[in-house]
Each structure stands twice: as C-alpha cells, then as structure tokens.
C-alpha cells in the first residue's frame, strides 16, 4: 500500500493518457462502426482508414473559441464539462486491467467507481442549468431522472455479484473467476443460475448509465436539439463527448470484471492484459453496434423499463441469489 | 497571548517536505476545500450555486474521511450525499423554479453586524476549546475493511442499523401521502 509520489503521478498520467486515447479513437470507431452499419464509409480521408481523424479533430475542437451564451450561469457552464470527465479519470485508478497492473487496488473498488460514476449526473444537471437554455433544462432533468433510475438496478445487481464472490475487491473478483470459460461469472454451470440474467440487467444498466441509444434521451437530436451540451462548443463539447467515451470503457471494464472472468484467458494463451482489452473491446463494440441498430425509446418507456421491470427482477434476483448461497 | 494556548505547539513543526509535511499539505487542502464549499454554500445568491457549493464541500469531507484511513465511509459519503441528496435537491430546484431567484427583501436581524460578532465568539471559543483539550488517540475499533464493518453494524450496532431504515421507511411513507395529496381523483 506505500505509495510513493512518483508512483501516484506515474498511475494518474496513464489513467489520463488512457482515457483521454481511448476517448479519442472511440468515436473514430464509433464514426466507422455507424458507417459501415448505414452502408457509407464515414471518416476515411484523413491518414489510412481515417486514423488521423481524432488527432485533426482534438486540434480544430482547441483552437475553436469558447462561446459563453448570454445570461448564461458562467461558473457552473465551465465546470460542467471538467466535471464530467474528472470522475471517469478517477474511476480509472481502481480498475485492474491484469494481475499487477491496477493503479490503486481498494478493497472497495466496486463501491468506489458507482461513487464516481454518480458524479456524472451533476455535471448533466450543472451543463443544462448553466446554459440557460429551455432544451438544455428539459434534457438535464431527464437525463437526471434516467441516470438516478437506472443506478437502482445496476447497484442490486452489482451486489449480487459482489455476495457470489464475497468481496467487493475488483482483483479478488476476478481471480475468484480464474481458470477457463466455465468459471466465469456469467456462466451457470458452477455459479448461480441467475447470472446471466444479472448480466442482462447490468448490461442494459451501463447502456442507460453511459447516455447512450437507444437511451440516449438527455441527447434526443430530434426533439431537443443536442440537450444538455446544446450551447457548448469547442473544448467543452469535446470534454462532455471524452467523458462520455471514457464512461463507456469504465462500464465495459466493470462488465469484463463483474461477469467475463476480468483478465482470465479461457485457453491459456497470452495471459493477462491482452485479454482483457480484447473483451472491452468487444463488449464496446456491442455497445456501437446497439447504438445504431435500435431507434430511441420514450422517456416514459424508459422509466417504466426500470422502475416496473428491472428493478423488480434484479430485487427478485437478488433475494433469490441469496437464498441459493444461504442453501448450497 | 494568552501562554497556554501555545503548550500543545511544543513540538517542532516537520518540514515542507518531508512525509509528514506533506500529508499537513494535503489534510489543509482537504479542510479548505471542504470549509470552502460551505461558504458558498452559505452565501450564494442562486440555489444551484449553493447546491454546487455543497457537492464541494461533500467531497471535502468524502476526502477527510479517505485520509482518516476510512474509505468506506467516504465512498458512501461521496455516493449517498453528492449522488443523491445533492442530485435531488439540484433536481427539485431545477423542477419547482424554474426561473433563478436571487434573494430579496429586508435581511433578518441577525444578518448585520450581530450575526458576525456572535460568529467570531463561537469560532473564537472552538478554537481554545480545540487547543486546550489534550487529544488521546482513540483505539481502533476495527480494521476499517468492508466485512468488519458488515459483521459489526448486523451484531453490535444492528439497533442503530434498524432504527436508520426505519427513518428511510418514515421518508418514503411521507414522500408518497405528499405524492398522493396532489393527485386528483
């Protein structure tokens, strides 16, 4: 647990640089992902296969001014965006991406990255406020409603994982799932049943929690203009569009953790980190793959998703997981 | 002034850098953050700035707790009291009022001069009252890791564990009548 100096500003500027990386290329992919699914070739000018399109974009996105609307709350409009992506950097401290390669190991690392991910929704509600903007008001507010609805079930099902694995330590959970396909969480065979379900709920969770389509009401271009980052340009857009990616790999790294073994190879070739990249990458991949394939929901049938459907199942799941442990 | 107020500064202070130094850095950096928030808290004219300025001064005391070698609490501090207490009430103004309100009519009495001076007589009676006690260290309960504290608030505190959801109980129970009253039939 020593922590020397050098170590903590070692472990922040790889939790920057790798979020701020990832960010970047994932709209890259998130551009190519949409045109291949639309039948276009979306970026592709810049550099082979469009790579130099992030770099190009960052730069134009900085040297842009920074536009503050009159009447506007000019505090709150400019933490906004800092707001949302520092928590997403946070989170990144605690995720174990290999055996021995974790930042700052908490034995409360699940608890700690809902902490953070519950920030999120602050800086939603201080961008539509601040902007002074009807649409950015209304897409904050439901945005808000989503974001808090939407916590409930991801917290239950969380916990059942956590009571199947008795920790709540991110490295404990994954070395509990160590040793090929069958031992991982989502699969029945040697854990509880319910799992996969847990892990429907989870997953539908993250896409909920992250903004995104067919969830993605805080947005909804088609009624709200671009909600709450209506008013923002250059650098402001860019860090709420970073945080966004950012929240996607944190959602997609705890998916890994909590249900896909976390850094466990299923056939004993190269083990380690390499694993688990390729499975959040995957799981982003279904995440863009979502996006453009199902058209927005209501805000009702969002709501009624989860305070009628999940919420129940996942206290059903959870009880009953319980008293699988409890009997066997 | 007055001599023994200075007793307990008996020992030399470390240096800027040293560990010790450091850690007194960070600690007053916590306390400035989290007494930093209250005031804005306190004083500022539009309700979402004071909301803002609670969420700070919530991370604040999230902070302390961390540097008190309890990060349990603070990551509750930090999910129950900005995730969601501050999130409701941000939520709720943003709900009610829609137009922001900026404070108006004739200050209360206490807000003059009064108001400061009884502020300093307080403030003034912490501050010897902090720096005439001789602090014990208080053992440690537990090793502050998650199943202690689990076991300890389902044995030994499992009274106070109840009692607490019985308050949710009463808020969620008060919450619906308020709910049910607006309701037309």
């Known amino acids: 647990m020593s922590l020397t100096l050098l170590n903590v500003i070692v472990a922040v500027v790889i ?37 130099l399109q992030p770099p190009l974009d960052g730069i134009k996105l900085m040297t842009k ?51 953070f991910a519950s920030l999120g929704a602050m800086a939603i509600l201080f961008a539509g406020w601040g902007s002074r903007n009807k649409y950015s008001v209304m897409a904050s507010v439901r ?8 916590e409930i079930p991801m917290l239950i099902t969380a916990i059942t994982v956590v009571m199947m694995n008795g920790s709540m330590d991110l490295k404990t959970i994954s070395e509990a799932q160590a040793g090929g396909f069958w031992h991982w969480n989502i699969f029945p065979s040697l854990q509880s049943p319910l799992m996969p379900i847990s892990f429907i709920i989870f997953f539908i969770c993250s896409l909920a929690e992250t903004n995104r389509a067919p969830f993605d009401l805080g947005e909804a271009e ?21 945080g966004e990616y950012a929240n996607i790999v944190i959602g997609a790294s705890l998916t890994t953790i909590l249900f896909f073994g976390g850094w466990d190879c299923p056939f004993g070739l190269f083990p380690g980190v390499w694993w688990f990249l390729l499975k959040i990458y995957l799981l982003i991949a279904t995440f863009i793959w979502i996006r453009w394939t199902f058209p927005r929901t209501t805000i009702y049938g969002l709501l009624n998703l989860s ?22 | 002034m007055n001599p023994s107020l ?65 990060p ?53 009676g912490m501050v010897v009252m902090a720096l005439r006690t001789t602090f014990t260290k208080a053992p440690k309960v537990n090793g502050g890791s998650v199943k202690e ?27 619906l009548v308020i709910g049910r009253a607006g309701r037309s039939k």
Request: glycine share 10%; charged share 10%.
């Open chain 1, 15 to 51: 939790a920057i640089g790798f979020a701020a990386v990832n960010a970047a290329y994932l709209v890259w992919a998130e551009r190519r992902g949409a045109g291949r699914i639309q039948r276009r070739p979306g970026p592709n000018i810049n550099g082979p296969l469009g790579l």
């Open chain 1, 65 to 115: 001014q920074i536009m503050i609307p009159g009447g506007a709350d000019k505090i709150l409009f400019m933490v906004a965006p800092v707001l949302a992506m520092a928590p997403a950097i946070m989170s990144f401290v605690t995720i174990p991406f290999s055996q021995g390669i974790a930042a700052h190991n908490m034995e409360i690392g699940v608890l700690m990255i809902f902490a």
């Open chain 1, 143 to 150: 945005a808000v409603s989503q974001n808090i609805s939407y």
């Open chain 1, 222 to 242: 088609s009624e709200l203009v671009a909600g709450f980052h209506t008013e923002y340009g250059s650098m402001g857009f860019g860090l709420f569009f970073m």
């Open chain 1, 307 to 328: 305070w009628k459907i999940l919420i129940p199942i996942s206290l059903f799941n959870l009880l009953l997981t319980a008293g699988l442990l409890k009997v066997f």
């Open chain 2, 6 to 70: 200075a007793v307990t500064a008996t020992t030399a202070a470390p240096g800027l850098l040293t560990a010790d130094g450091l850690t007194g850095v960070v600690f007053l950096i916590m306390v400035a953050t989290t007494i930093t928030g209250g005031i804005i808290a306190c004083c500022a004219r539009r309700l979402v700035r004071a909301v803002a300025g609670l969420v700070v001064c919530f991370i604040g005391m999230a902070a302390l707790y961390y540097f008190l070698n309890s």
């Open chain 2, 72 to 124: 349990f609490v603070a990551m509750m501090q930090m999910l129950i009291y900005v995730g969601a207490v501050c999130i409701t009430i941000a939520f709720a103004i943003m709900l009610a009022a829609p137009e922001e309100k900026v404070k108006h009519g004739p200050s209360s009495p206490l807000s003059g001069p009064l108001g400061l001076i009884t502020a300093g007589i307080v403030a003034f």
């Open chain 2, 149 to 175: 504290i689990g076991i300890q608030l389902l044995t030994q505190y499992s009274m106070v564990f109840e009692l607490v959801s019985i308050v949710l109980l009463i808020a969620i129970i008060g919450a």
